[in-house]
Each structure stands twice: as structure tokens, then as C-alpha cells.
């Protein structure tokens, strides 16, 4: 009976870790790809570098 018990909490506590490890990836992952999000937003709503974009170009 001890040794059911004993496999039963080993088994549950693995469960355990393995889920809140899940859930730091699934995080993390989050994270990073909002970082990335706000990299991009940031390079995209910035005004262009002097000169460029101050006549259009009917040529090209």
C-alpha cells in the first residue's frame, strides 16, 4: 500500500513540474515575441532619416 502511495506522489509531483514548466515556455515565448512586435512597431511608426522620402522619385 506505501509503495502505490509513494509512485502516486512521484507521479503527480513530475505532472507538476512539467506543467509549470510548460507554462514558463509558453511565457517566455510570449515575451518574446511581443518584444519583437514592439522592435518592429518602433522601427515602423518612426519618421525616415532626413532627406529621404522629401520628393517622390516619377522615375523609378
Known sequence: ??????T???TMRSAQTQHATQI???????????DLLNMLMETALSPP???QGAKVDKLA
Open 8 to 10: 502516486q506522489m512521484l
Open 24 to 34: 514558463a515556455i509558453v511565457k517566455k515565448s510570449h515575451d518574446m515575441q511581443t
Open 49 to 51: 532619416p532626413p532627406g
Open 1 to 6: 500500500m506505501n509503495t502505490d502511495l509513494t
